[in-house]
């Protein structure tokens, strides 16, 4: 089954949370904190304003991005776990360059 989100709406696959703290301690499921971050999967066309023109939204498949701990509605989609939300819950798009000289 695919999966077409509509108007302003965003389809995103959460990131897996560690499974291990950074000293080392195993974390249960049950103690896992929700995840903040997620691939961007699919992106609506947009949302129309009141004179019916199409604003594009901000965000691509592909993005990697932050939202709320609390956004959007969890979904099973083929099996997998995914949250679809609101673009205007997307709190920012994190730039993957940048993240790969600070790990380097």
Do not use: C, F, N
């Not at 929700?34 to 939204?57: F, I, S, Y």
């Amino acid at each position: 089954m695919k999966m077409r989100p509509l108007q302003d709406r965003v389809l995103i696959r959460p990131a897996e949370p560690d499974a291990k703290s950074p000293g080392g301690i195993i974390i249960p499921d049950t103690a896992k904190e929700k995840p903040v971050e997620g691939e961007v999967l699919a992106v609506g066309p947009g949302m129309r304003d009141e004179r019916g023109t199409l604003h594009q939204p901000d965000v691509s498949a592909g993005d990697r991005v932050l939202y709320g701990k609390w956004s959007g509605t969890e979904v099973k989609v083929d099996g997998e776990d995914l949250v679809i939300m609101k673009e205007t819950d997307i709190l920012g798009i994190v730039d993957q360059a940048s993240t790969k000289k600070h790990a380097a």
